[in-house]
Every structure is written in structure tokens, then in C-alpha cells.
């Protein structure tokens, strides 16, 4: 009996280490041409451990992945990251007004994304996330709602609402990011820091549309970041408030002759009283600040001082 307890014992153990086989910090390899352990990014997604305690990598090789992906809540501490970024490439084509039987209304812009991530200490480097979209509507290519995401070297492509931050109190780290969109392509709740991003505008419209909440210290922060314009863009405002307290800056940043002369719009009249729209020492042929509405504010030094990552969206 004693044997036959052992025996179980141990099946049970060979049982459970080979439940998983990718529950450990080996990187997973994803490559369209079959060179990879698998061919989708969700692929990989799927095999990864709830909560992990270390840290897990997704090498997404050169390809383009037609995917529509959710990172869930209990996925944590994962870094996808892709060979090339502007040849590894994830792509979706939702838009807000495409209906179906279940929302004849059309689906939303909630339901639009490419990427949408739920899960805290996730990593994008070196990739490309795209909503490939005709402008038919609204259509998100990023959609976060962890704590706690950091984005380098990556690229956000599309037009009207590309990038949304979508939880109060929720962090992002946006650094030497190429973000691209027409309308409100940088919109949301969440607290973020863009560190020497550029930032191109498509189309005459608005480039941010914070709606941070009223105690929520800070928004968007821009900082170092460049802001230029496809040719014939000529008129784009730096941002309006698509609710009260919206809280966006642009620090040190090179504002290109396409930012608007009033830099700000108020959306609805009783925003301008509640909006929280900044500036510091920034260059450019968009940044004189002479004909600046009169709600706007110009930071200090002093101020400044006190505006830095560690301060705004912390250490992850």
C-alpha cells in the first residue's frame, strides 16, 4: 500500500509540472511563418500563468498579426515585444458604427479596440498596435484599463480615438512612442507620462481629450515630446476636456505651426471654468503663448520642479 501511495504521489506530481509546461520565465516565440512556438500573439497570451510572480516575454518576430487581443486582469508582470517596430504589426478594424444583430445602434467606441489590457506590470517594446479602420467612427487601437504599463519604442496608428485610458487612477509610462490619430486620438481617465514621443496630428481637429477625474492631481503629461502634422494640417487644438477637471501639460516639448494660436478648446462652455490646461517653456512655431485662451495657465518654475515621473505616475 505503501508503494502504490508513493506511485500515486509522484504521477501526481509529474501530473501537475506538466500542466503547464510554460509556467516559468522562458521567453515565448511568436512568428506568423511557424518559426515560433506559436503563430498567433493571443496564442501566447492563453498559455501564460495567472498572476505570475517573475517576469514573462512574448518575442513577437517581424509579421503582421490580425488579431484582436485581450491581456486579462489576472495576467501581470508579461513583456511583449516585438523584432521590429514598424514591422511587427498588430491590426484590427473595428470602428464605432459597425452594427449587428445584437447592437443594431452599432457597437461603440468601447468595443472598438485592437488591444485591450487589463492586467497590471504589463510591457509593450518594439511593436506596432494599429486599428486599421476606415474613418467610418470612433477606433481604438490601445485600450488600458491596468495599473502600472509601460510602452517604448512602440507605434499607435489610426484616426479618430486611438489611444484611451481608460480607469481613473490607472498609470502609464509612454516613452519614444509615435502616436498618430485625427480626433481626441489620446482620450481617457488614466494618469499618463509621454516621455520624447511624437505625437501627429492627421487631421485639423483636437489631439488629447482628458476627462481626469476632479482629485485626480494630474493627467497627460507631455514632456520632451514632438508634435507634428501630416501636410495640409494647419489648424489643431492641444486639447479639450471631454469632462470637468481635464488635466493636460506639454513641458518642453516642440510644438509644430499646425497647434492652433488659442492652443485650447473648452468643448462645452462650462468645462473652461473646471479645465485644467498647462504649459512649460516649450519651442516651436505652435508654442507662442500670446493668443492662448485666457483659462489656460502657464507652469511656473517652482512648479516644474515638483512635475516629474516619480511624481506623477510614480515607480512600477
Known sequence: MKNIIISLLALLALTASAAN?????????????????????????????????????IYVKKGVYK???????????IEICGEDRDNTVITWDDHANIKTQERPNGMGTFRTYTLKIEGSHITLKN???????????????????????TFVNCRFLGHQDTVYTGVAG???????????????????????WFENCEIRSKADSYITAAS????????????????????????????????????????ECELGSHIRPEGWHHWQKNREQTARYLEYRN???GADTKNRVGWSRQVTDKEARHITPENVIGKF
Open 283 to 285: 519651442h516651436g512655431a
Open 127 to 149: 511593436i506596432t498596435v494599429e486599428n486599421n479602420s476606415a474613418r467610418l467612427g470612433q477606433a481604438v487601437a490601445l485600450h488600458t484599463e491596468g495599473d502600472c504599463l
Open 212 to 251: 481626469t477625474p476632479a482629485d485626480q492631481p494630474y493627467g497627460y503629461v507631455f514632456h520632451n515630446c514632438r508634435l507634428t502634422a501630416d501636410p495640409n494640417v494647419t489648424k489643431v487644438y492641444l486639447g479639450r476636456p471631454w469632462r470637468d477637471y481635464g488635466y493636460t501639460l506639454f513641458m
Open 67 to 77: 488579431e484582436k487581443l485581450i491581456i486579462p486582469s489576472w495576467l501581470t508582470n
Open 170 to 192: 490607472s498609470r502609464q509610462l509612454f516613452n519614444n512612442c509615435y502616436i498618430e490619430g485625427t480626433t481626441d486620438f489620446i482620450f481617457g481617465p488614466g494618469t499618463a
Open 21 to 57: 509546461k510554460y509556467d516559468n520565465p522562458d521567453t515565448l516565440v511568436v512568428a506568423r511563418d511557424g518559426t515560433g512556438e506559436f503563430r498567433n500573439v493571443d496564442d501566447a497570451i492563453e498559455v501564460c500563468r495567472a498572476f505570475m510572480d517573475y517576469h514573462k516575454v
